[in-house]
């Protein structure tokens, strides 16, 4: 039995989505740093930072054809985590900030799916990876990296609206 929808459900929905001016001017207006922001925004791209070294790593283990050894997915997570942490510390609450911390916990999945995957293969439980594969898992975590840091300064300089 296909389940019916009340008359008017999809109409008060998009009534409930409708932008006003004032949001899409905030959304897509340059906010320059202010003395208040620009911390913020520092703490929040150094953490990318961190999180973004554990891929360089991944490079590097990839191209030598190394496991990254058995504490990588306890400092992905950790490095995930720290992010996670700063963005929640400086981002006001919004859909950027969930977008960004979503963004972190895609990326920690993408390098720890890598690092099982090598690790696997270096203990003879596993076939070797392609390495366009972990390319391709790293590439992922990397991009995620970025799309949380852009969710999250647009949080901050929208102000969570």
């Known amino acids: 039995m296909i389940a019916r929808r009340r008359p008017g ?48 790593w991944l490079d590097v283990c990839i191209d030598d054809r190394l496991a990254p050894g058995s504490t990588f997915h306890d400092r992905v997570n950790a490095t995930g985590r720290d992010f996670t942490v700063a963005i929640d510390g400086h981002a006001p609450d919004s859909a950027d900030k969930s977008a960004a911390i979503r963004c972190v916990r895609i990326a920690c ?36 990296l970025v799309f949380a840091r852009w969710q999250a300064t647009r949080a901050i300089a929208c102000g969570g609206k």
């Open 9 to 56: 459900f999809l109409a008060a929905r998009r009534s409930k989505m409708s932008l006003t001016p004032e949001q899409l001017d905030n959304w897509f207006t340059y906010h320059a740093p202010t003395e208040e922001t620009a911390p913020k925004y520092a703490a929040i791209r150094e953490a990318e930072c961190n999180a973004a070294d554990l891929c360089a």
């Open 109 to 144: 999945n993408a390098l720890n799916e890598a690092g099982a995957a090598m690790i696997a293969y270096s203990e003879g439980r596993a076939p070797r990876p392609s390495t366009e594969w972990l390319a391709r898992l790293n590439g992922i975590a990397r991009d995620q």
